[in-house]
């Protein structure tokens, strides 16, 4: 077990010379959307905020943990809205910390249905100490990386009450990094997502929405994420996720008041040789809506 768990953390600590997937990821995609789409900004009708952790692989020295906040709203009589973005994620020897700043436009194309346009634009500050791994390639020795890079994105989303599809770029600018030698490849690549979910009423208290999310980057397999999830009674979402290469997911939201929704992921590893050296995957998200008016209820937001 001890040297499956060094293995791989060097691939883990691997990452960032190769063009895997390098944007994190997230269980609760359906419920987190800013975090890979600008457009996303102010889809609530609400003043948004949501706070998330993810702690992938427990019990695996150096495996991913992600925390991640957001806060998006409408302009007031305007069709604009705005978002902030706050995000942390380390692996291994490797840490990554950005905020970002959207902007979307929405455009109104049916009486229920509106096209939204974003962008966005900040910094992420990158901290990859190689030379703190005991080997003596002096590729590592030498390869610290300590570097801020801006970014920008972009991202479309098309919404109705029931329906919803979006597709974005997080980051657009493929950034090299330094890293004190001549034979480092490291950088960031472009990332490409899809999202699409629909909302069916199975009876009066118990809708079904399901959900898709299509990963693509050059030089790693396109990953896809399928999921189910259960709403009842309009106060408890139940899921269950597949994601390719990777995982079976469980997911339990609760609505616990009008304005504060909770929840929780588990993943399970379907690689076998994975799941035996590590106790699956946490993830907790916190959302919390208030309305520009005290007086103006909630209306229940299914994306």
Same mark, same amino acid.
Request: hydrophobic residues 35%; negative net charge.
């Given at each position: 077990?001890?040297?499956?768990?060094?293995?791989?953390?060097?691939?883990?600590?691997?990452?960032?010379?190769?063009?895997?997937?390098?944007q994190?990821?997230?269980? $609760?995609?359906?419920?987190?959307? +800013?975090?890979?789409?600008?457009?996303?900004? %102010?889809?609530?009708?609400?003043?948004? +905020?949501?706070?998330l952790?993810?702690?992938?692989?427990?019990?695996?020295?150096?495996?991913?943990s992600?925390?991640? &906040?957001?806060?998006? !709203?409408?302009?007031?009589k305007?069709?604009?809205?705005?978002?902030?973005?706050?995000?942390?994620?380390?692996?291994?020897?490797?840490?990554?910390? =950005?905020?970002?700043?959207?902007?979307?436009?929405?455009?109104?194309?049916?009486?229920?249905?509106s +096209?939204? &346009?974003?962008?966005?634009?900040?910094v !992420?500050?990158?901290d990859?100490?190689? *030379?703190?791994? #005991?080997l003596?390639?002096?590729? &590592?020795?030498?390869?610290?990386?300590?570097?801020?890079?801006?970014?920008?994105?972009?991202?479309?989303?098309?919404n109705?009450d029931?329906f919803?599809?979006?597709?974005?770029v997080? $980051?657009?600018?493929?950034?090299?990094?330094?890293?004190? #030698?001549?034979?480092?490849? *490291?950088?960031?690549?472009?990332?490409y997502?899809v999202t699409?979910?629909?909302?069916?009423?199975?009876?009066?208290?118990?809708? +079904?929405?399901?959900? %898709?999310?299509?990963?693509?980057v050059?030089?790693?397999?396109?990953?896809?994420?399928?999921?189910a #999830?259960?709403?009842?009674?309009?106060?408890?979402?139940?899921?269950? *996720?597949?994601?390719?290469?990777?995982?079976?997911?469980?997911?339990?939201?609760?609505?616990?008041?009008?304005?504060? $929704?909770?929840?929780?992921?588990y993943d &399970?590893?379907?690689?076998?040789d994975?799941?035996?050296v #590590?106790? =699956?995957?946490?993830?907790? *998200?916190?959302?919390?809506?208030?309305?520009?008016?005290?007086?103006?209820v909630?209306?229940?937001?299914?994306?």
């Amino acid at each position: 077990m001890k040297k499956s768990a060094i293995l791989l953390g060097l691939l883990i600590t691997l990452s960032l010379s190769a063009s895997a997937q390098q944007q994190v990821m997230f269980t $609760q995609y359906m419920f987190n959307g +800013l975090a890979i789409n600008p457009a996303y900004a %102010g889809s609530h009708k609400t003043i948004s +905020l949501t706070a998330l952790a993810r702690e992938q692989w427990t019990g695996i020295d150096g495996a991913p943990s992600t925390q991640t &906040f957001s806060i998006h !709203s409408p302009i007031k009589k305007q069709r604009t809205s705005i978002g902030l973005l706050r995000l942390h994620d380390q692996i291994g020897v490797t840490e990554q910390t =950005g905020a970002y700043a959207s902007y979307a436009y929405r455009i109104p194309i049916t009486e229920h249905g509106s +096209l939204s &346009f974003g962008l966005q634009g900040g910094v !992420s500050y990158f901290d990859a100490r190689f *030379s703190d791994i #005991n080997l003596s390639d002096p590729t &590592f020795a030498n390869g610290d990386v300590q570097e801020s890079q801006p970014n920008v994105g972009f991202g479309l989303y098309y919404n109705t009450d029931r329906f919803y599809v979006g597709a974005s770029v997080p $980051q657009l600018i493929e950034t090299e990094f330094d890293r004190g #030698n001549d034979d480092s490849d *490291s950088k960031l690549v472009r990332h490409y997502f899809v999202t699409a979910g629909y909302i069916f009423d199975l009876s009066h208290n118990l809708k +079904l929405k399901p959900n %898709g999310l299509i990963k693509y980057v050059d030089g790693a397999p396109m990953e896809i994420d399928l999921n189910a #999830n259960l709403l009842i009674n309009e106060i408890i979402w139940v899921g269950l *996720s597949w994601r390719s290469f990777d995982s079976i997911d469980g997911i339990l939201q609760l609505q616990v008041t009008e304005k504060l $929704q909770v929840g929780y992921a588990y993943d &399970f590893a379907t690689d076998s040789d994975l799941r035996r050296v #590590n106790g =699956g995957s946490h993830e907790v *998200s916190l959302n919390y809506r208030f309305s520009f008016s005290k007086s103006k209820v909630i209306t229940p937001r299914y994306f």
